[in-house]
Every structure is written in structure tokens, then in C-alpha cells.
Nanobody
């Protein structure tokens, strides 16, 4: 059974930093992209960032470019999202996701990610 478990969320002041972790179990994601999405109250779940197996290729939403960094440690089967210069508009539940296998390009659509974690709350105060 595949499980993705996020951790590291919490309450932080604007301008602060947090690092989210996503530990995968049940399979290795050696041919999958791993991504982070977020969903704010009353809004659709949106793409935040994704990373290739090697870590060499990444993609970010324009709203987080330059502030967030995605990385992965394949030995630990874990993906990270380092978030800096946080803003109140970053407040959301953050979800880790594993993509469909064998894709050539980094997917940003939710439908390309069949594996999901339960989410971790990030709240940024002003």
C-alpha cells in the first residue's frame, strides 16, 4: 500500500520559513515526478512545485518562484519543500503527490498525480 505522509507544517509569521517533508512508503518513486500542491479555503487545489527523480529538473508556480525550493532524497524516499519569505497568501493545506510513471515532462496538473498524502496545514500570519 502506497503512503505519502507530510510533516513540518505549522504557524509562522510573515517573512518566516518552514520546511515540509513527505515520506513515501509502499513503493519507490524511481520513475515518478514528486510534487507539492496546496489548497486554501474556498479555492481549488493548485500546483506549487515538482521535481524529477534525479532532482536535476524542477518546476515552480510563478507565485512561489525564488522563495520555495523542492528537493528529494531518494535514499530516504523523501521529498522536501523549503519555504522562505512566507506570505499570508501562502496559507493553505499543502499536499505531497506522486506522478504517473514514465512521464517525459514535469506535470503540473492534478490529474497526472494518482498518489496523494493527507496534507499538512501551513498558516502564515501578517
Amino acid at each position: 500500500q502506497v503512503q505519502l505522509v507530510e510533516s513540518g507544517g505549522g504557524l509562522v509569521q510573515g517573512g518566516g520559513s518552514l520546511r515540509l517533508s513527505c515520506a513515501a512508503s509502499g513503493r519507490t518513486f524511481s520513475s515518478n515526478y514528486m510534487g507539492w500542491f496546496r489548497q486554501a479555503p474556498g479555492k481549488e487545489r493548485e500546483f506549487v512545485a515538482a521535481v524529477s527523480w534525479s532532482g536535476a529538473n524542477t518546476n515552480y508556480a510563478d507565485s512561489v518562484k525564488g522563495r520555495f525550493t523542492i528537493s528529494r532524497d531518494n535514499a530516504k524516499n523523501t521529498v522536501y519543500l523549503q519555504m522562505t519569505s512566507l506570505k499570508p497568501e501562502d496559507t493553505a493545506v499543502y499536499y505531497c503527490a506522486g506522478s504517473i510513471s514514465g512521464l517525459r515532462a514535469i506535470p503540473t496538473g492534478r490529474s497526472m498525480y494518482p498518489y496523494w498524502g493527507q496534507g499538512t496545514q501551513v498558516t502564515v500570519s501578517s
